[in-house]
């Protein structure tokens, strides 16, 4: 089982990147899936996650309206389409999945929840 990100890079502020976490080992299909990131200095922390049916994302409040996050499983792929960005926003993001058909919306948002990640990808946005 292992997940890859990748997509980051550097952005001017204001600027979009389209994050991909590709899933191999397994069906993407049934797990529900998440982006988290990690600021330099600071604890990692959620951003987003979608159901494995794909219905309602949840969002961190610090980004709805900025950030989407969506899957195709046929590509056994999530992304997380982040729009202006801002220089807080310098982050490692990792994607992460989680197995559990049960998980509320409380759980989805807490980093125990998920039994597998990914390696992280660096956004760095500056001018």
């Known amino acids: 089982v292992q997940l890859q990100a990748f997509g980051g890079g550097l952005v001017q502020p204001g600027g979009s990147l389209r994050l991909s976490c590709v899933a191999s080992g397994f069906p993407m299909d049934y797990y529900n899936m998440a982006w988290f990131r990690q600021a330099p200095g600071k604890e990692r922390e959620f951003l987003a996650a979608i159901r494995w049916s794909g219905s309602s994302p949840i969002y961190a409040d610090f980004v709805k309206g900025r950030f989407t996050i969506s899957r195709d499983n046929a590509k056994n792929t999530v992304y997380l389409q982040m729009n202006s960005l801002k220089p807080e926003d310098t982050a490692v993001y990792y994607c992460?999945?989680?197995?559990?058909?049960?998980?509320?919306?409380?759980?989805?948002?807490?980093?125990?929840?998920?039994?597998?990640w990914g390696q992280g990808t660096l956004v760095t946005v500056s001018s």
């Open positions: 992460a999945a989680d197995t559990s058909y049960g998980s509320t919306g409380y759980h989805l948002r807490q980093q125990p929840t998920y039994e597998y």
